[in-house]
């Protein structure tokens, strides 16, 4: 059974930086990622990062954001730097069973910036 086991959320002033992780256990991951849901909005994509590391970011996160994962402990991470308050959102932790189309999603940790 897929887990994920997400941290690193809360309240950081504008510039401020944070560091999410997400820690999953029960299979073999090909993809992980993080999305974000700001309320009203629909839920996307903030960065993805396969197995061999190759990484994928939306044009928001360009340039602040940098992911990477740990293969061996099977956790993603999400350094944020240099935060906005649009960055405010809930945080979701993605990850797709290698091999397969299933996937899971985390319970997500919420990220306000605010002053």
């Known amino acids: 059974q897929v887990q994920l086991v997400e941290s690193g959320g809360g309240l950081v002033q504008p510039g401020g930086s944070l560091r999410l992780s997400c820690a999953a256990s029960g299979n073999i991951f090909s993809y992980m990622g993080w999305y974000r849901q700001a309320p009203g909005l629909q839920r996307e994509l903030v960065a993805t990062?396969?197995?061999?590391?190759?990484?994928n970011y939306a044009s928001s996160a360009k340039g602040r954001f940098t992911i990477s994962r740990d293969n061996a402990k099977n956790t993603v991470y999400l350094q944020m730097n240099n935060l906005k308050p649009e960055d405010t959102a809930v945080y979701y932790c993605?990850?797709?069973?290698?091999?397969?189309?299933?996937?899971?999603w985390g319970q997500g940790t919420q990220v306000t910036v605010s002053s």
């Open positions: 993605n990850v797709v069973v290698q091999g397969s189309i299933r996937q899971y």
């Open positions: 990062i396969t197995s061999a590391g190759s990484t």
